[in-house]
């Protein structure tokens, strides 16, 4: 148990997490949409302005780590987009990449010893917010299409593989399309390139089917009590 305990991260992730998962609970329990989303802004607005502001004002940022081109923070920039300009076209993709991702983020930590604070507060943020997003879209009985669905994996694939052009002429590891995510998480279990990257791949599309069965059955079991 105390292995599994450290390859997640250690007590104080562990904790943190209990922390975060405590508030969401609460949250999706108590809260109503308006107040959700005027959170959410807030919160994107906070995370995004002060990770940025922090990294570059330090002289730590280094764009082979800290560009948002990882799936997560890519979603996230999305969000707060989709907000400012009041665009809804993106949300089923937004939505279907928010429950995976931040599930997924709330399990592993790509944190190293040399990490500063601000980016541990960026990633419990990031993926906080992710799932955040999730919970308003579930609240408010909105769709996604067999269509959306096709048209995220699309998109991501074209992500996927900018991200792996990238990586390719400037060595980083964004997806880690290189080499495992750094840090504690349960990529230990994996197999070494590419096996883990093929297995990181499924595990987003069963995300995705999870995803878009339960946002649909949410939205079925709405229209029937109406």
């Given at each position: 148990?105390?292995?599994?305990?450290?390859?997640?991260?250690g007590?104080?992730h562990l904790?943190t997490?209990?922390?975060l998962?405590?508030?969401?609970?609460?949250?999706?329990?108590?809260?109503?949409?308006?107040?959700?989303?005027?959170?959410?802004?807030?919160?994107?607005?906070f995370?995004?302005?002060?990770?940025?502001?922090?990294?570059?004002?330090?002289?730590?940022?280094n764009?082979?780590?800290?560009?948002p081109?990882?799936?997560?923070?890519?979603?996230?920039?999305?969000?707060?987009?989709s907000y400012?300009?009041?665009?809804?076209?993106?949300y089923?993709?937004?939505v279907?990449n928010?429950?995976?991702g931040g599930i997924s983020?709330?399990?592993?930590?790509i944190?190293?010893?040399?990490?500063?604070?601000?980016e541990?507060?960026?990633?419990?943020l990031s993926?906080?917010?992710?799932?955040?997003?999730?919970?308003?879209f579930?609240?408010?009985?909105?769709?996604?299409?067999?269509?959306?669905?096709?048209?995220?994996?699309?998109?991501?694939?074209?992500?996927?593989?900018f991200?792996?052009?990238?990586?390719?002429f400037?060595?980083?590891?964004?997806?880690?399309?290189?080499?495992?995510?750094?840090?504690?998480?349960?990529?230990v279990?994996?197999?070494?390139w590419?096996y883990?990257?093929l297995?990181?791949?499924?595990?987003?599309?069963v995300?995705?089917?999870?995803?878009?069965?339960?946002?649909?059955?949410?939205?079925?079991r709405?229209?029937?009590?109406?």
């Open positions: 148990m105390t292995d599994i305990i450290n390859v997640l991260g007590k104080s904790l997490l209990v922390i998962v405590v508030h969401l609970s609460f949250l999706i329990k108590y809260a109503n949409v308006i107040f959700l989303e005027k959170l959410l802004k807030l919160l994107l607005s995370n995004i302005i002060s990770y940025f502001s922090i990294l570059l004002l330090t002289d730590t940022f764009f082979k780590v800290h560009l081109i990882h799936l997560c923070y890519i979603t996230e920039i999305f969000i707060i987009i400012i300009f009041n665009i809804k076209h993106f089923p993709w937004i279907l928010s429950l995976g983020g709330f399990l592993n930590t944190m190293v010893e040399d990490s500063v604070p601000i541990y507060v960026h990633h419990y993926h906080f917010n992710l799932l955040l997003f999730v919970v308003i579930y609240k408010s009985k909105f769709i996604i299409s067999k269509n959306d669905l096709l048209k995220s994996i699309i998109l991501n694939l074209l992500i996927f593989s991200a792996l052009s990238f990586n390719q400037f060595k980083s590891n964004y997806w880690f399309t290189r080499t495992k995510p750094p840090g504690n998480n349960l990529s279990f994996f197999p070494q590419p883990y990257l297995i990181f791949i499924f595990i987003g599309l995300s995705y089917i999870f995803t878009y069965y339960l946002i649909k059955r949410n939205t079925s709405n229209e029937i009590s109406n």
